[in-house]
Structures are given as C-alpha cells and as structure tokens.
C-alpha cells in the first residue's frame, strides 16, 4: 500500500487548477480533521483534501490522481465507525460536502436524484413536501453517497429495507477517471450483471459515485409505538422472534437492556422501568387497522412474559423515544469521559437472535468489560458498545476479545460479521472467517477495476493473511 504524506508544490497546483484553489487544501487543521471518523480508528493524515462539485471534476481528479500514483479517500459527513472513510494511506481526501445538489423529486415515479453530499434528513424533508421518504435511517444525518457506500440501514429495515433496496441507478467515476452509468429507472430489470448492487457498499473502493436514483416511498398515515418491558433479557428476545413471524410487520423492533436504559433515563429523564424492553412502532393506513395489530402484539408479548405495556403513546412522547435510541452511541460516551467504543455490529438469522442476544450479554459479564448490549431486533442486527481505553493494551484486549467471540458464533450461526456499519477497518480481520475462498473473488473484482490499488487503500481487505485467528483492532 503506497503512503503519499505530502504534497509536492506542482501536485498541490494540479489539484487548485481543477477545482479552484478555494476547494483545495493542504493546511494542517484540515488535513487533521479527515483523519478520522467518530470511532476510536485513526488513519494517516491526508496530503490535501479536495471539495469537488460535479462528476467532471472528479473525473478529473481520479485521472490526475491515477498518472500521479496518488491514493483517494471519498468523504460524507464522518459519520461511520468501522473507519470506513478513514484515509489509511494518506494521499488525497475527496470531501463530497459541497456536492450536495437534490437534482430533481419525480412524484409520480416516487424517486429522485441526488448528488452524493446530499444529508438524509435534507433528502426527506424536500420528499415529505410530497408525501414521500428515503427509509433507510441509521441515526447519524449522513450523506446519501456515504450511506450508498456502506449500504447503511437502521431501525425501520425490518419494514422497509437498506440503502440497497432504494438505488436504482447510479453515476460512477471509476479508477483513472473513466465515467460509467448502472442501473435504470424502471421498477425493475433483468439486464446483465446488477452492478449497481456491486458498488452499494463497496466503501469507495472501486470508483466513486457522483449521482444517485433513489426510490422513494410513501409516508405512513398512521403510528403506533410502544414500549414493552419483559422479566428477562431471553424473553424479551424470543418475543422478538415471535413478532417478526407473526406477520404484525413492525417498522422498527427495538431491543434495549437496562444498564443502557439507565443511562437513557438519567440523561434524557425518559422514565422507562428499567428492565429488557422492546421499543415497537407499526405503521398503518388506519387507526383501526392499528388497533387490531396492538391487540395482538400486547397478546403475542404477555405470552412471553410481558408486564409493563405503554401504547399510543403521544407524538411528543414517540419522538422522545426514538430520539434518546438514535443518541444512544453518544449517550454512551458522555457518560464515560476521556475513553472511546468498540462496536460489534453482527447480524443473524431471526431464528437466532435470542440465543446471541443472551450469548453476547454474557461475554461482557465474562470478560468484565462495560458493554451495552442492544441492537434493530427486528432484522437479527446485535449492537454490543463497548468503552475502554486503547492506550490500556490489557483492557482494550478485553473488549477484541469480546467482539472476536460475538462475530465468531455470529458467523457460524449462518450472520455476519456488519449488519450495517460497513467493513472499513475494523471488521476486516473478520472477512476471511466470514466469506472464505469467495474473499478471493471480491479481491480479484478489486484488481480487475482498480489495478494500482488507489481506491480507499486498506478498507475492505485483510492486510495480512490470515488475519482472522483472534481478536484485533
């Protein structure tokens, strides 16, 4: 992996030339501030970051960056936290912020077309003025491009989906500046291999993308959410099972565990008891219809044990909710100062969510780590948040040492090592383990597109072999 630190006097005016020297920098601050994302994972500092504003400059980025053997990192909002867009090699940073244009709503198709800066929450507010949404929701307001590159989801996927589920087409500059178009805007196609799903996810390490078709679809017309406590972390999740079979089709199917809703209630004052609990919503195009799938979902939990029951909750109230679950990353952090998280983001069949929910909660009483087990129920996706100090080798071990043994009973289970958070670099000493010979294919599609290896070095891919034979960062 070729490491580029820093910029000669002729590659910086290269680069001012394409983009103007307002949208090229190589000071210190900014270099620093795209060295990492919101995890613990730092990178190299980057040579000089580049703000481009349209598919041709980044053409011609790309060809001036593939002559000059300079690596490239593609940047969103930062959001990620495997280190996705973490600049490994240094080299150049390309900031999408400012490529942020909503090209076009088409109502009557329920898509629209966007540039890759565009935020989420800047996307569904233009859509909602037409009763429509982008539904994949990971919490963070990240960019679509970013989002695409990491095929992120959330806690409505268990209705309606991940980002793979919305792109229908795309613009895609690849390696050396070469500008290709996937996908279509028809509903549905059978034509040739589906490249777009080939780049949706591949972490900007195969080409980048300047546009994107996304689908949209419409705005529920009523909600019903609840929250619902069980006597046991085991009941609460096999009631998670029983939901998802019962054929209620919740939106979102939230598991939470005390130790995480004590932290919830002492800094966002929720009142919650403190004890496993589903946080539910379900989407319906009535209130009668919802009526119905309240009663049967109170029936189907008190099966299970259920006691504390809290439905219809006002709007208020719901968003409160929903609000302290998307901050419960940063809940966690405030409340231990000075030290950062390892996530374990495993998936599994639904089938056996309740055995990793009880597997998990039980490497963290073992190991005696401060660990938060929570995660989109609904979908099979386990969240384990971890918090230690890294300077601290014998207690950061402990916490590898716990995501090791999730990730490996999850992918013996038939899961994955990333539900949704992406590869970047902390999940890649998992990919071995996980997709065995197959790696090799996804490592030949990667020379094959990007001979000289310049797309988002050191994503993805093991660095050494095998590194898969015991926990590492």
């Not at 099979?380 to 040492?401: F, I, K, S, T, Y």
């Not at 996804?442 to 660095?463: A, C, H, Q, S, T």
Request: charged share 20%; with cysteine; net charge negative.
């Amino acid at each position: 992996m070729k490491v580029v630190s820093e910029f000669s006097a002729a590659q910086k005016s290269a680069l001012a030339a394409i983009v103007g020297r307002e949208r090229f920098s190589a000071g210190v601050s900014v270099r620093e501030n795209h060295r990492h994302d919101i995890s613990y994972h730092r990178g190299r500092p980057p040579a000089g970051v580049v703000w481009p504003l349209s598919t041709a400059e980044v053409a011609a980025i790309l060809r001036w960056s593939y002559e000059e053997g300079v690596p490239v990192t593609p940047w969103g909002a930062g959001t990620s936290t495997e280190g996705n867009p973490v600049p490994a090699a240094g080299g150049l940073v390309m900031d999408f912020t400012r490529m942020n244009r909503i090209l076009a709503i088409r109502p009557q198709d329920m898509q629209a077309d966007v540039q890759p800066g565009v935020f989420r929450k800047t996307l569904n507010r233009r859509a909602g003025k037409h009763g429509l949404f982008f539904p994949p929701d990971p919490g963070a307001d990240a960019t679509i491009g970013g989002m695409i590159a990491n095929n992120a989801s959330g806690i409505q996927t268990v209705r309606y989906g991940a980002t793979k589920d919305y792109v229908m087409r795309l613009t895609v500059v690849l390696p050396g500046g070469e500008i290709i178009h996937t996908g279509c805007l028809a509903p549905k196609s059978s034509s040739g291999y589906d490249l777009t799903r080939l780049f949706v996810g591949s972490e900007g390490t195969l080409g980048v993308v300047t546009e994107a078709s996304l689908r949209l679809t419409g705005l529920p017309a009523h909600h019903l959410a609840a929250t619902i406590g069980f006597p046991s972390l085991e009941k609460a999740s096999q009631a998670v099972t029983a939901l998802i079979v019962s054929g209620l089709e919740p939106a979102a199917l939230e598991l939470l565990t005390p130790n995480l809703i004590r932290l919830m209630n002492r800094e966002k004052s929720l009142g919650l008891p403190e004890q496993p609990t589903l946080f539910c919503e379900f989407h319906g195009v009535s209130q009668a219809t919802l009526g119905e799938i309240r009663q049967l979902t109170a029936e189907l939990c008190q099966g299970y044990g259920a006691g504390e029951l809290h439905f219809g909750m006002e709007e208020e109230r719901r968003a409160d909710l929903w609000r302290a679950r998307h901050e419960a990353w940063e809940t966690i952090h405030r409340a231990h100062p000075g030290r950062e998280t390892l996530i374990v983001d495993a998936a599994v069949p639904i089938s056996r969510y309740p055995e990793m929910v009880v597997f998990a909660q039980a490497q963290v009483d073992e190991l005696r780590v401060v660990g938060y087990v929570f995660g989109h129920a609904g979908d099979g996706n386990l969240h384990v948040v971890m918090v230690g100090d890294p300077d601290r080798p014998g207690e950061w071990q402990a916490l590898e040492e716990v995501n090791h043994r999730i990730v490996a009973r999850a992918v013996e289970v038939g899961g994955t090592c990333t539900g949704e958070h992406g590869v970047g670099i902390g999940k890649r000493c998992f990919m071995r383990r996980e997709h065995g010979a197959s790696l090799e294919l996804m490592r030949r599609i990667k020379e094959l597109v990007d001979p000289r290896g310049l797309m988002n070095p050191g994503k993805i891919f093991p660095v050494e072999a095998p590194e898969d034979g015991g926990p590492q960062g």
